[in-house]
C-alpha cells in the first residue's frame, strides 16, 4: 500500500520560508512525477511544482516560480519542497502526489493528507 506522509508545514510572516517534505513509502519508483500541489477551500487544487524522478527535470507553476525550488533524495522516495519569499496568497493546504504527469493533477494515483501553510504577518 502506498503511503505519502507530508511534514514541514506551519505558520511564516510574509518573505519568510518553508521547506516541506513527503515520504513515499510502499511505492515503486516509476519514473513519472513526485509532485506537490496546494489548495484553498472553494477552489480547485493548483499545480505548485513536480519532479521527474527518471531525469530529475522539475517544472512549477507560474505563481511560485524563482520562489520555490522542488527536489529528491537520492532514493527518489523523498520529495522536498523549499519555498522562499512566501507571501499570504500562498497559504493553503499542500498536498504531495505521486505517479502522475507534470501538473496535471487527475493523473496522480496517490495522495498525501497535506499539511497546511500559513502566511500572515
Known amino acids: 500500500q502506498v503511503q505519502l506522509v507530508e511534514s514541514g508545514g506551519g505558520s511564516v510572516r510574509p518573505g519568510g520560508s518553508l521547506r516541506l517534505s513527503c515520504k513515499a513509502s510502499?511505492?515503486?519508483?516509476?519514473?513519472?512525477?513526485l509532485g506537490w500541489f496546494r489548495q484553498i477551500p472553494g477552489k480547485e487544487r493548483e499545480g505548485v511544482a513536480g519532479?521527474?524522478?527518471?531525469?530529475?527535470?522539475?517544472m512549477y507553476g507560474d505563481s511560485v516560480k524563482g520562489r520555490f525550488n522542488i527536489s529528491l533524495d537520492d532514493a527518489k522516495t523523498t520529495v522536498y519542497l523549499q519555498m522562499n519569499n512566501l507571501q499570504p496568497e500562498d497559504s493553503g493546504m499542500y498536498y504531495c502526489?505521486?505517479?502522475?504527469?507534470?501538473?496535471?493533477?487527475?493523473?496522480?494515483?496517490?495522495w498525501g493528507q497535506g499539511t497546511q501553510v500559513t502566511v500572515s504577518s
Open positions: 510502499g511505492w515503486t519508483v516509476s519514473g513519472r512525477y
Open positions: 502526489a505521486a505517479d502522475g504527469w507534470e501538473l496535471g493533477a487527475r493523473t496522480y494515483d496517490y
Open positions: 519532479i521527474s524522478t527518471r531525469w530529475d527535470t522539475a
